[in-house]
């Protein structure tokens, strides 16, 4: 069963809605920000790190290096 609603009577209850939400705090957010930016740091190491062991390994199979 589909039930119509008016345009502004889904904007009052998209409002209500609203109003539940639990909104992060600033300390969450900051402390959330900061750990997504700690991985992304991480990840990007570790990827340089085995970039360069893959390529050292090409080298020396294909006869490369020096």
Excluded: C, H, Y
Aim: glycine share 8%; proline share 2%; no cysteine.
């Amino acid at each position: 069963m589909v039930i119509k609603l008016s345009p502004s009577e889904f904007i009052r209850q998209v409002r209500k809605e609203g109003a539940m939400v639990a909104w992060a705090g600033r300390k969450e957010v900051l402390l959330s920000t900061f750990m997504v930016l700690l991985m992304v740091f991480l990840s990007s190491v570790f990827l340089f790190v085995v970039d360069q062991v893959i390529a050292w390994g090409v080298q020396i199979i294909l006869g490369l290096g020096n």
